[in-house]
Nanobody, 118 residues
């Protein structure tokens, strides 16, 4: 069973940038679409960005134009470059397959905290 480990979260001022990384314990080559999710306090987990094995990317409207997702199957890594961060981006960020509920429901990592505040 693949497990994911996220890192790169930090406290950053509004308008700042961060790059999050996610490393898998096993191969992600067979996972067609990987995603970054986030969960803010008191809110449900939401999918913010996805990338397929072919490199097709999709973003939630709330992050479009500010976030970029990357994938490196050889390094078993998925990254999220975030620019122009806003206080509403504050959340714990996770990576996982999209969809996750069939084969990767137990693959969640601890996440990485992103706090955007002045």
């Amino acid at each position: 069973q693949v497990q994911f480990v996220e890192s790169g979260g930090d406290l950053v001022q509004p308008g700042g940038s961060l790059r999050l990384s996610c490393v898998a314990s096993g191969s992600i080559f067979s996972i067609y679409r990987m995603g970054w999710y986030r969960q803010a306090p008191g809110k449900e987990r939401e999918l913010v960005a996805t990338i397929t094995n072919g490199g097709s990317k999709n973003y939630a409207d709330s992050v479009k134009g500010r976030f970029t997702i990357y994938r490196d199957n050889a390094k078993k890594m998925v990254s999220l470059q975030m620019h122009s961060l806003k206080p509403e981006d504050t959340a714990v960020y996770y990576c996982n397959a999209d969809p996750y509920y069939s084969d990767y429901a137990d693959a969640w990592g601890q996440g990485t905290q992103v706090t955007v505040s002045s």
